[in-house]
């Protein structure tokens, strides 16, 4: 199986600060990499797709990079809304692991 | 729009079986496949496996397998997932996803559905 790796774990930032969550995986996944938002009590939300793909309505904010091996998703100016956990997924080939999270919070 | 409604919580002795309903709205069903991932309470996301619509394959986490059963009735757009010898550590929230192939993200989720395992 990938194991994907997220760093941090826990995030301490402020509204509009910028900030860099990554996201490694044991073996190349090409740009078959995922991010999520997951806010408490509800399902998660797809941000990014294929590495660097928008979701549909997610803010210009949001943006991914990476491929093979190391991703990372970046936040400009942070909403108050962005406070959440974010995790990683691949689907390169099954089983389609997630990170472990990286909750973001507020400083 | 795209709905994808999951069954009500339930609560199982160890041991027993429980199984999930995520009813599909909004789209064509057989276009979609359908993903199960779970989440324990505090802990992270956990993919558990995925069927696709049109025939009823499968593909199950290594973890799971033997004690996970996904099927799918096109005649209801519904989909289902069957955990067997359910223990504690199954305690968890249980989503249906659905990605529009096999390597895809998956845009549209199902409210969640509470499996608690206790005796």
């Known amino acids: 199986d990938i194991q994907m790796t997220q760093s941090p774990s826990t995030l301490s930032a402020s509204v509009g600060d910028r900030v860099t969550i990554t996201c490694r995986a044991s073996q190349s996944v090409s740009s078959w990499l995922a991010w999520y938002q997951q806010r408490p009590g509800k399902a998660p939300k797809v941000l990014i797709y294929e590495a660097s793909n928008l979701g549909s309505g997610v803010p210009s904010r949001f943006s991914g990079s990476g491929s093979g091996t190391d991703f990372t998703l970046t936040i400009n100016s942070l909403q108050p809304d962005d406070f959440a956990t974010y995790y990683c997924q691949h689907y390169n080939s099954y089983p389609y692991t997630f990170g472990q999270g990286t909750k973001l919070e507020i400083k | 729009q795209v709905q994808l409604v999951q069954s009500g919580a339930e609560v199982k002795k160890p041991g027993a079986s429980v199984k999930i309903s995520c009813k599909a709205s909004g789209y064509s069903f057989t276009i979609y496949y359908m993903h199960w991932v779970r989440q324990a309470p505090g802990q992270g996301l956990e993919w558990m496996g995925i069927i696709n619509p049109i025939g009823g394959s499968t593909s199950y986490a290594q973890k799971f397998q033997g004690r996970v059963t996904m099927t799918r009735d096109t005649s209801t757009s519904t989909v289902y997932m069957e955990l067997d010898s359910l223990r504690s550590e199954d305690t968890a929230v249980y989503y249906c996803?659905?990605?529009?192939?096999?390597?895809?993200?998956?845009?549209?989720w199902g409210q969640g559905t509470l499996v608690t395992v206790s005796s």
């Open positions: 996803a659905r990605g529009v192939v096999p390597a895809a993200a998956c845009d549209y």
